[in-house]
């Protein structure tokens, strides 16, 4: 886009402040419109366009609580004054298939009691939960497993192994049912306290590797590198890239917000303290997400931060892992 073609888009009260702008500030600001223009041409206008298809006509089989366990070996990670250590681990998981060539990785998670929360606003009261033993998913879902089970994308950042975004609470929901069609198990979002109890695999800390972060161990904007300044693409990165934490789990710090089951609500007072959500509405007017993402601060991305979403808002910093009970 030329300067009179940017000028011609613009009201008259802004060209003349736009012409006396250095011609460094000019090119960026170009940048940004047609990077804005592409998004919504390629992006948006396609989201909102966009309809469910027609659910498979299958019949859904009787409940499977059998899985056929393995186990993995993965190198879990401790942040010590920006030093990595790391620890060769063992889980165990089991793999469902999807479709040929794709398939989810389910790690168990041992039944277990932890302190939920920490003293933050919108993290209090601290408080005790027991949670039962479950299966969560090993990475966020990707998008070719999303593709696979919904015959459509609408990730802003396209890439198979790439987690999938622009994705509602309500699409994600959408893909658990499918997904639970298709298997005779009962998938899910996991939810909140499953979700913190899983990311924080035993640790008491800011993140599951200890109370720092750098972009050595998780996808996230790293203010320290950047400066946080300047026009910078922070994109996600392909699920696994970094170190799992201590329960075998990928990304659980950055790269996408996870979309959990529970309404979202201001503090913990009352909250559920046996592992299950938070749900006061079929139709809550919002909904939870945790983890931080790769286009927002080291805050975000820890264990006990919470966020909020609309439950039909489709944003291509959110994704989701799913979650499975034992039975």
């Known amino acids: 886009m030329n300067e009179a073609d940017y000028l011609a888009g613009l009201p008259e009260e802004l060209k003349e402040r736009f012409k006396a702008m250095p011609s460094q500030d000019k090119e960026a600001m170009q940048v940004c419109v047609e990077q804005a223009t592409e998004h919504m041409q390629n992006v948006i206008r396609p989201m909102l366009a966009f309809q469910y298809p027609e659910r498979p006509s299958l019949p859904k089989s009787a ?46 998670i041992p039944e277990g009691s ?14 005790s939960v027991a949670v039962p033993a479950f299966h969560i998913g090993k990475f966020e879902v990707t998008q070719q ?12 950042q396209k890439g198979e192994e790439l987690p999938v975004e622009n994705v509602s609470w309500l699409d994600a929901n959408e ?18 306290a499953e979700w913190e109890y899983a990311c924080r695999a035993g640790t ?6 200890g109370d720092e972060i750098t972009a050595q161990v998780a996808n996230y904007w790293d203010t320290e590198t950047t400066g946080g300044s300047g026009f910078i693409a922070l994109e996600s990165t392909p699920v696994g ?34 592992g ?34 609309g439950p039909d808002y489709r944003y291509g910093g959110t994704g989701f892992r799913v979650a499975c009970s034992l039975s």
């Not at 999807?98 to 389910?106: D, N, P, Q, R, Y």
């Not at 932890?114 to 408080?127: A, D, K, L, N």
């Not at 497993?145 to 802003?156: D, R």
């Not at 919002?286 to 909020?308: H, K, L």
Request: hydrophobic fraction near 30%; glycine fraction near 6%.
């Open 114 to 127: 932890f302190i939920m929360g920490s003293s933050e606003e919108g993290e209090s009261p601290e408080h």
């Open 204 to 209: 008491t800390t800011r993140y599951s590797f």
């Open 241 to 274: 890239s970094f170190y799992a934490n201590d329960f075998g789990l990928y990304d659980m710090h950055g790269n996408v917000y996870e979309l959990c089951q529970d309404t979202f609500r201001w503090d913990y007072t009352d909250a559920p303290t046996d």
């Open 145 to 156: 497993q999303w593709t696979a089970i919904m015959h459509h994308n609408l990730s802003a």
């Open 276 to 309: 299950s959500p938070f749900i006061d509405s079929e139709s809550p007017e919002s909904v939870t997400i945790r983890g931080g993402s790769c286009v927002y601060y080291a805050d975000n991305c820890r264990s006990a931060y919470r966020n909020e979403t």
């Open 63 to 108: 409940l499977k609580s059998d899985v056929q366990y393995n186990a993995f070996k993965f190198e879990s990670v401790r942040l010590n004054n920006g030093v990595v250590e790391t620890k060769t681990r063992s889980a165990k998981y089991f793999v469902e298939v999807i479709a040929e060539g794709v398939s989810l990785e389910m790690v168990y």
């Open 175 to 192: 893909f658990c049912i499918r997904l639970s069609l298709l298997t005779g198990k009962e998938y899910r979002l996991p939810s909140e």
